[in-house]
């Protein structure tokens, strides 16, 4: 018996998950460059 997962292991797959994955982490650093790093900049000088 086959288990459900294996019907999403195909080549394509894992790539679109590894894309939306680096995406969402690269948002998360741009985010954290873009607003995070000035806000600590300018609160704590």
């Known amino acids: 018996m086959t288990s459900p ?3 999403f292991r195909h080549d394509s797959w894992v790539a ?3 894309t939306f994955v680096s ?3 690269v948002l998360v650093v741009m985010t954290a460059l ?4 000035p806000y ?3 609160r704590f000088l």
């Open 23 to 25: 995406y969402g982490l």
């Open 34 to 37: 873009l607003f995070l790093v």
């Open 16 to 18: 679109a998950l590894g």
């Open 5 to 7: 997962v294996d019907q």
């Open 40 to 42: 600590g900049l300018f």
